[in-house]
T-cell receptor
Framework: GAVVSQHPSRVICKSGTSVKIECRSL??????MFWYRQFPKQSLMLMAT?????????EQGVEKDKFLINHASLTLSTLTVTSAHPEDSSFYIC????????????????FGAGTRLSVL | AQSVAQPEDQVNVAEGNPLTVKCTYS??????LFWYVQYPNRGLQFLLK??????LVKGSYGFEAEFNKSQTSFHLKKPSALVSDSALYFC????????????FGKGTTLSVSS
């Protein structure tokens, strides 16, 4: 199956620093990648949708200047949490889509293993 | 607005017994439906999907789900539960347009006792 690699798996940083999380599709080209945030014992909340070569589309309530998303290639998207604060501590998960059939509309989303961000 | 409801926070079953994890949805049109499983501190693993056709879909690890359009439900089932099935299960929907993101339910913790 399609593999999505997310790095780092865990990061601890000081308040005010920036953290970059990478999401790579290893064996397929992902035209669309998604970034989710998950709080303990809660569901995944979509943060933004990222299409290769264009600006990301952010969900309502997500600060685009704080959560910078870059999708420079068909296999790599990055999420940078700028000037991180303790309230940004969370589990961040990326996802990428692949079309199983040419022209098929029903892309399956494959997920990275997630990044646990802890801001001190 | 699209939404997914998983009415049970937790489901407890004994090993060997059948299990059901419930999911209902509220979406305009005919959505695509999915089940994912998440193990602690891990990403989500795809289990199965409903796109069209037969209402009973079979997926990974012996799981299956039944699509019921009239009840707008997509319950996850397995005839005989294993202890290793214990995990967090998410139901999700998405629209038919390519590039649309999944919308998730809140998740149901499945606990299978030996």
């Amino acid at each position: 199956g399609a593999v999505v690699s997310q790095h780092p798996s865990r990061v601890i940083c000081k308040s005010g620093t920036s953290v970059k999380i990478e999401c790579r599709s290893l064996d397929f080209q992902a035209t669309t990648m998604f970034w989710y945030r998950q709080f303990p014992k809660q569901s995944l909340m979509l943060m933004a949708t990222s299409n290769e070569g264009s600006k990301a589309t952010y969900e309502q309530g997500v600060e685009k200047d704080k959560f910078l998303i870059n999708h420079a290639s068909l296999t790599l998207s990055t999420l940078t949490v700028t000037s991180a604060h303790p309230e940004d501590s969370s589990f961040y998960i990326c996802s990428a889509t692949v079309s199983h059939l040419a022209g098929g509309p029903y892309n399956i989303q494959y997920f990275g293993a997630g990044t646990r961000l802890s801001v001190l | 607005a699209q939404s997914v409801a998983q009415p049970e926070d937790q489901v407890n079953v004994a090993e060997g017994n059948p299990l059901t994890v419930k999911c209902t949805y509220s979406v305009s049109g005919n959505p695509y439906l999915f089940w994912y499983v998440q193990y602690p501190n891990r990403g989500l693993q795809f289990l199965l999907k409903y796109i069209t056709g037969d209402n009973l879909v079979k997926g990974s690890y012996g799981f299956e789900a039944e699509f019921n359009k009239s009840q707008t439900s997509f319950h996850l089932k397995k005839p005989s539960a294993l202890v290793s099935d214990s995990a967090l299960y998410f139901c999700a929907v998405r629209g038919r347009q390519a590039g649309t993101a999944l919308i998730f339910g809140k998740g149901t913790t499945l606990s299978v006792s030996s």
